[in-house]
């Protein structure tokens, strides 16, 4: 393996913002495209289906209404609300409509622009009304009205059809719910990746400008040189190269204290990793391994290159470190 090669952006890191990006464009595109009625799909004349009597569930259909929706039911759920309105076409045959927020505002922006001539094709997919709903609508419909002249749940079917219009949710709703999830699930991890390569790059140019390409790769040249591809790791003769989380390059001089540090998930170790704490105070994981004496060896290492370094976590390496670090920021005397 050339392992000047980690002086450059992780391909492996390239390719999973590739896949992830077209996972998330492709659910993305999926669901727009399954919560909206398809290009060649007919949509039919409400009142037609209704004369007929088959105005069944899922058909698209469009109604001409000329007058502004009347809300008589609104359904919470969670933090959503559903609302439910009457809408009738020139001829006064009355429809049951659900509305966005948004469908219902277009709709009343436009009636107030004209009133006397106002006219709307709403559309939408139809679906099987149900039983409190046909409640709400006979109850709604029912005030004011003599007894004579109310309507019954019997009646309700001819004045209303068997079905209801509904602009924003489409026989595959639900499928597309789901794709937009995977979509948003996907473009959280997809984002972080983005983040890591933003920042590998950033460090990475940094470490460049600030040691020399050819000094680093020469170092990562050298016969002595002790790789450790799969920690993330490498011990030249001069720096500490880590591509673990982000691009590293550390002075031996500069660290002060390295321990292993364990992380752990319901009582499970899930990540071993060697914490590097340097005279700037700063921290750097730059090594990973479930496989301790990888870590250990990696640190011995080090010590080999510097044995004034602290290895391993006691309150004793603690409190000397934190000596060190003071002395470290006292000013030099010339």
């Given at each position: 393996?050339?392992?000047?090669?980690i002086?450059k952006?992780?391909?492996?890191?390239?390719?999973t913002?590739?896949?992830?990006?077209?996972?998330?464009?492709?659910?993305?595109?999926?669901?727009?495209?399954?919560?909206?009625p398809g290009?060649?799909?007919?949509?039919?004349?409400?009142?037609?289906?209704?004369?007929e009597?088959?105005?069944e569930?899922?058909?698209y259909?469009?109604?001409?209404i000329?007058?502004?929706?009347?809300?008589?039911?609104v359904?919470?759920?969670?933090?959503?609300?559903?609302?439910?309105?009457?809408?009738?076409?020139?001829e006064?045959?009355?429809?049951i409509?659900?509305?966005s927020?948004?469908?219902?505002?277009?709709?009343?922006?436009?009636?107030?622009?004209?009133?006397?001539?106002?006219?709307?094709?709403?559309?939408?997919?139809?679906?099987?009304?149900?039983?409190?709903?046909?409640?709400?609508?006979?109850?709604?419909y029912n005030?004011?009205?003599?007894?004579?002249?109310?309507?019954?749940?019997?009646?309700?079917?001819?004045?209303?059809?068997?079905?209801y219009?509904d602009?924003?949710?489409?026989?595959?709703?639900?499928?597309?719910?789901?794709l937009?999830?995977?979509?948003?699930?996907?473009?959280?991890?997809d984002?972080?990746?983005?983040?890591?390569?933003?920042?590998?790059?950033a460090?990475?140019?940094?470490?460049?400008?600030?040691?020399?390409?050819?000094?680093?790769?020469?170092?990562?040249?050298?016969?002595?040189?002790?790789?450790?591809?799969?920690?993330?790791?490498?011990?030249?003769?001069?720096?500490?190269?880590?591509?673990?989380?982000?691009f590293?390059?550390?002075?031996?001089?500069?660290?002060?204290w390295?321990?292993?540090e364990?992380?752990?998930?319901?009582?499970?170790?899930?990540?071993?990793f060697?914490?590097?704490?340097?005279?700037?105070?700063k921290?750097?994981?730059?090594?990973s391994?479930?496989?301790?004496?990888?870590?250990?060896?990696?640190?011995e290492?080090?010590?080999?290159?510097?044995?004034t370094?602290?290895?391993?976590y006691?309150?004793?390496?603690?409190?000397?470190?934190?000596?060190?670090r003071n002395?470290?920021?006292k000013?030099?005397?010339?």
């Open positions: 393996m050339e392992y000047q090669k002086l952006p992780s391909k492996k890191l390239l390719i913002i590739v896949i992830l990006t077209i996972i998330v464009a492709s659910a993305m595109v999926g669901a727009m495209i399954m919560n909206s290009k060649d799909e007919e949509c039919i004349v409400y009142n037609d289906l209704m004369n009597g088959k105005d569930e899922d058909k259909v469009k109604v001409e000329v007058t502004l929706p009347y809300e008589f039911a359904k919470e759920e969670n933090s959503s609300k559903e609302r439910f309105y009457f809408v009738a076409d020139a006064n045959y009355l429809y409509a659900r509305l927020p948004k469908k219902y505002e277009e709709i009343e922006k436009k009636y107030k622009e004209n009133p006397d001539e106002f006219k709307y094709e709403l559309k939408g997919y139809i679906f099987n009304t149900p039983s409190e709903l046909k409640k709400y609508a006979i109850n709604s005030k004011g009205l003599p007894a004579d002249e109310r309507i019954s749940y019997s009646d309700f079917q001819s004045y209303f059809g068997k079905t219009l602009d924003r949710i489409t026989p595959n709703t639900e499928y597309a719910t789901v937009l999830l995977v979509g948003i699930f996907f473009s959280i991890f984002l972080v990746a983005i983040i890591q390569f933003i920042i590998s790059v460090q990475t140019k940094s470490a460049i400008k600030k040691y020399g390409k050819e000094e680093l790769e020469s170092e990562l040249a050298k016969e002595g040189m002790s790789a450790y591809p799969k920690a993330k790791t490498f011990i030249t003769d001069k720096y500490v190269i880590s591509n673990m989380s982000g590293h390059v550390l002075n031996y001089e500069d660290i002060l390295i321990y292993i364990k992380r752990k998930q319901r009582g499970m170790t899930v990540g071993k060697i914490l590097a704490l340097t005279k700037q105070g921290k750097y994981f730059i090594s391994s479930m496989n301790e004496d990888v870590l250990k060896e990696i640190m290492k080090i010590y080999e290159k510097n044995n370094v602290l290895i391993g006691t309150s004793e390496n603690s409190k000397e470190y934190k000596r060190l002395e470290a920021k000013p030099q005397r010339l």
